[in-house]
């Protein structure tokens, strides 16, 4: 079976910028999540926005990914915001403990 891949689309406004995300979170699609918001932190933004109503799918990896590139925004004095967070990953952040460790709106 064909996996979900995650496709990412980028919207620039002045002030932030916005990554709109699609599709699976996890082992597979991290490293591609990490190395857009890393090359984006080049030249912080001053808000970094990660819209996540599209994600079907997060797991440990994902999550652990999310936290990661928070801290990393935050090293580079921008503010790493999601947004539009499901049902199902409020709540696996909240089993995980790790909402308090993320910007959500």
Avoid: K, W, Y
């Amino acid at each position: 079976m064909e996996r979900p891949e995650l496709t990412i689309t980028v919207r620039r406004t002045p002030g932030e910028i916005v990554l709109v995300l699609a599709g699976e979170v996890d082992l597979s699609t991290a490293g591609q999540l990490s190395a857009v918001v890393t090359n984006l932190l080049i030249d912080p933004p001053p808000r970094l926005v990660l819209d996540m109503a599209d994600v079907t799918f997060c797991d440990s990896q994902g999550l652990g990914t999310l936290v990661v590139l928070s801290r990393r925004a935050a090293l580079a004095q921008s503010c790493l915001v999601l947004t539009n967070v499901a049902e199902f990953l409020m709540r696996v952040l909240d089993i995980t403990g790790l909402r308090p460790a993320l910007m959500i709106h």
